[in-house]
């Protein structure tokens, strides 16, 4: 029930009725409507989902799956946690030594047993079963013109360790030059740069919108894009 109140300003009476939002969402013959400005407008597709979602205290990515296990999940995937996390000082030898499950628990990658998108995304090689677009798209460009193109797939791990290889191997040229009898190679962006930049992009993507994220690269920049933040752009210091 909503509270009405009558009220005198100026010696004029208005009434004031006073709604309370509700904590779940609630739909008028089975739609969702939202007003924008001075108009309404009703959710739908991914908007919905999102709304839904956040008005139920969760997020995209902690949502439980049915459909993959912790048995399914990928052992390289998680090597590559191990070593970087070992490398980094971040994380112990004794905190590395349990079993896969107890990781991804101790992760918050899990509940009531059941794992959680994060979890699939971060170590499922198949991710793009998961998501579709869980992909990056790398493509060099000379103006206009596409002149190749590369997709990373897999988790979200291995899309990590190998795209920014991928970009340095072969789509950037290093110049050469000697530091007395040592060659020095010198490329166009800084590799911590761009790994930064990179690892940013994958972080911060919305994946739920099923759009994968685009690295462009040409002769003197370098722009990295995903579908929640304004594009990363680099250019070559002359």
């Not at 579709?132 to 596409?146: A, H, P, Q, W």
């Not at 340095?168 to 030059?177: E, F, P, R, W």
């Not at 190679?185 to 740069?193: C, G, I, L």
Request: proline content about 2%.
């Amino acid at each position: 029930m909503a509270d009405v109140n009558l009220l005198t300003e100026d010696e004029l009476e208005y009434i004031e009725i006073i709604v309370n939002p509700w904590a779940f969402p609630v739909n008028y013959n089975g739609e969702y409507h939202y007003r924008s400005g001075s108009t309404k407008q009703q959710l739908r597709g991914n908007e919905l989902t999102n709304f839904l979602i956040s008005k139920t205290g969760l997020t995209w990515d902690a949502a439980t799956i049915t459909d993959i296990s912790v048995d399914d999940l990928d052992k390289e995937s998680f090597d590559i946690f191990r070593r970087e996390a070992l490398r980094s000082g971040k994380m112990t030898k004794e905190d590395l030594d349990i079993s896969n499950r107890e990781f991804l628990e101790k992760l918050d990658l899990m509940e009531d047993g059941k794992l959680k998108r994060a979890g699939a995304l971060c170590f499922y090689r198949k991710a793009e079963k998961v998501i579709s677009g869980f992909y990056v798209k790398t493509g060099k460009f000379e103006g206009s013109d596409l002149l190749y193109q590369d997709e990373v797939n897999g988790s979200l791990l291995i899309i990590a360790d190998r795209v920014i290889d991928l970009i340095y191997l072969k789509y950037l040229k290093a110049a050469i030059s000697y530091h007395k009898e040592t060659r020095v190679e010198t490329y166009p962006f800084a590799r911590d740069a761009v790994r930064e930049a990179v690892f940013n992009a994958l972080i911060h993507c919305n994946w739920a919108d099923n759009i994968p994220i685009k690295i462009r690269i040409e002769e003197d920049a370098m722009y990295i894009s995903n579908n929640s933040m304004c594009p990363l752009v680099g250019q070559q210091k002359h």
